[in-house]
């Protein structure tokens, strides 16, 4: 279980593997205890920010602070899997950056390795997503085939 206490997970592997299977067992065992917890893919979670600009009811900054500040348990999925804009870098690099300064509880699954998440999706997000010296991040390289395709 990722908690306050613990910080973040980011679990690693090839398309297939298990990752999001894992993530959304930990967000259904935070339901299961009456708490909350958010799973969404990395761009879902950029459809959404974007979807904003558009809608006259939704402060943009407000709901971006929200989103960030969410105490419960969030997992981004297939990060890196994402379209690279300049704004999508920034918007991802300042949600993460958040959650991690606050030691949120947060759960990332990617396809990538540090070195290559840092060319997709940014050097700071990797600096983050892979952080295994502050005891802030637990990375787990799931070294397995597809469930899907045997």
């Not at 899997?81 to 991690?100: I, N, Q, V």
């Not at 509880?105 to 997709?120: H, R």
């Amino acid at each position: 279980m990722v908690d306050a206490d613990i910080g973040w997970l980011t679990l690693v592997g090839e398309y297939g593997c298990g990752k999001s299977h894992l993530a959304i067992a930990a967000v259904q065992e935070r339901l299961d205890k009456g708490d909350w917890g958010w799973f969404i893919s990395s761009g879902r979670l950029l459809d959404r920010w974007r979807s904003w600009f558009d809608d006259k009811e939704i402060d943009v900054t407000e709901g971006f602070q929200f989103d960030c500040q969410v105490k419960s348990l969030v997992v981004v999925d297939d990060l890196g899997s994402e379209r690279g804009t300049e704004w999508a870098t920034e918007r991802l690099t300042m949600f993460l950056d958040y959650r991690y300064g606050h030691n949120l509880p947060t759960i990332v699954t990617t396809n990538y390795i540090q070195g290559a998440l840092a060319q997709k999706s940014g050097g700071r997000i990797a600096d983050r997503v892979f952080d295994t010296h502050t005891g802030k991040v637990k990375v787990v390289f799931m070294d397995c085939g597809s469930y899907r395709t045997g």
